[in-house]
T-cell receptor, first 114, second 110 residues
Framework: GAVVSQHPSWVICKSGTSVKIECRSLDFQATTMFWYRQFPKQSLMLMATSNEGSKATYEQGVEKDKFLINHASLTLSTLTVTSAHPEDSSFYIC??????????FGSGTRLTVV | RKEVEQDPGPFNVPEGATVAFNCTYS??????FFWYRQDCRKEPKLLMS???SGNEDGRFTAQLNRASQYISLLIRDSKLSDSATYLCVVEYSSASKIIFGSGTRLSIRP
């Protein structure tokens, strides 16, 4: 079945640094990738939608300059949290949409900013 | 008003019980509907799609009511392993995005 690999699975970083999260579709081409954030005991909140080769579409309230999304190929999308602060600590999950596969989720990245 | 709304629960029911969740959505342009299951600290996993005619998968039954804009999930003969958070998901194909409900926590007790 369709597999999406997300790395790292967890990361701890210092406040002010940047963190890059990768999301790869291993056995299919993802026409669209989605990035979600989930705070404890809350549901997934869509942050942005990216299509290969074009700029990401950000949801209202999500700072595009803080959460940089690059979708350079049909199998890779990256989310970079720039100048991270403790309030950015969260569980970040990517989801890839393939033409035939529906939506497949990565395993998530738990980010802790100290 | 949230685009997709669910009762957060928690629902605490004994093993073997039948439990049902509802989910309402606000955008009539919604085209596809799903139920996902999420275990603690894990990614969501697709439980089942929801079709207009209603569909069943073992102990799980999903139904869609477009007129009232809600979907439901029924779990029969609940097992301890059914304990999880159940997420209602609505897809807007025109915008190519999916929106999650806040999730309903289910806890099955022995």
């Amino acid at each position: 079945g369709a597999v999406v690999s997300q790395h790292p699975s967890w990361v701890i970083c210092k406040s002010g640094t940047s963190v890059k999260i990768e999301c790869r579709s291993l056995d299919f081409q993802a026409t669209t990738m989605f990035w979600y954030r989930q705070f404890p005991k809350q549901s997934l909140m869509l942050m942005a939608t990216s299509n290969e080769g074009s700029k990401a579409t950000y949801e209202q309230g999500v700072e595009k300059d803080k959460f940089l999304i690059n979708h350079a190929s049909l199998t890779l999308s990256t989310l970079t949290v720039t100048s991270a602060h403790p309030e950015d600590s969260s569980f970040y999950i990517c989801s890839a949409e393939g033409q035939l596969n529906g939506y497949t989720f990565g395993s998530g990245t738990r980010l802790t900013v100290v | 008003r949230k685009e997709v709304e669910q009762d957060p629960g928690p629902f605490n029911v004994p093993e073997g019980a039948t439990v049902a969740f509802n989910c309402t959505y606000s955008n009539s342009a919604s085209q596809s509907f799903f139920w996902y299951r999420q275990d603690c600290r894990k990614e969501p996993k697709l439980l089942m799609s929801v079709y207009s005619s209603g569909n069943e998968d073992g102990r799980f039954t999903a139904q869609l009511n477009r007129a009232s804009q809600y979907i439901s999930l029924l779990i029969r003969d609940s097992k301890l392993s059914d304990s999880a958070t159940y997420l209602c998901v609505v897809e807007y194909s025109s915008a190519s995005k999916i929106i999650f409900g806040s999730g309903t926590r289910l806890s099955i007790r022995p």
